[in-house]
């Protein structure tokens, strides 16, 4: 599937309507805003380092904003086929719809004192 069509089918999935302080409403007003807070990170030109050996600074900053700022991000380009992600999918929902005491046998030990959130 094309970059683009993708885009299309999943714009409606990551916009969603969130308040933020606007600017021009600077005494707590909130306004109501449609955008996409995901954002969709093209990955394809990763691959091809410059003569430098170093990786898009484009993709990098893309990258580096989406992590500090949102916490998440679309991948497309990346070249994983679509068979691995299934099964991917497939496999964390298995773990996710397993009994508690199951998957705390295969909790971190890092978190187990960790206050619940």
């Known amino acids: 599937m094309r970059s683009s069509a993708l885009l299309k089918q999943i ?4 916009s969603r ?6 600017s021009v409403a600077a005494h707590s007003e909130l ?6 807070v995901l954002p969709v990170i093209d990955f394809s030109s990763f691959a091809s380092k410059n003569d430098t050996n170093d990786y898009p600074r484009d993709i990098i900053e893309k990258l580096e904003n989406a992590c500090e700022h949102v916490g998440f ?4 380009g990346h070249g994983i086929p679509n068979e691995l992600l299934q099964r991917t999918l497939s496999v964390t929902r298995q773990l996710f719809n397993l009994d508690s005491k199951i998957k705390n046998q295969y909790a971190s030990r890092l978190f187990v004192n960790s206050p619940k959130v």
């Not at 714009?11 to 990551?14: D, E, Q, R, T």
């Not at 306004?31 to 996409?36: E, I």
């Open 31 to 36: 306004v109501l805003h449609t955008d996409p």
């Open 73 to 76: 991000f679309y991948a497309i």
């Open 11 to 14: 714009a409606p999935l990551v």
């Open 17 to 22: 309507t969130w308040y933020h302080l606007s």
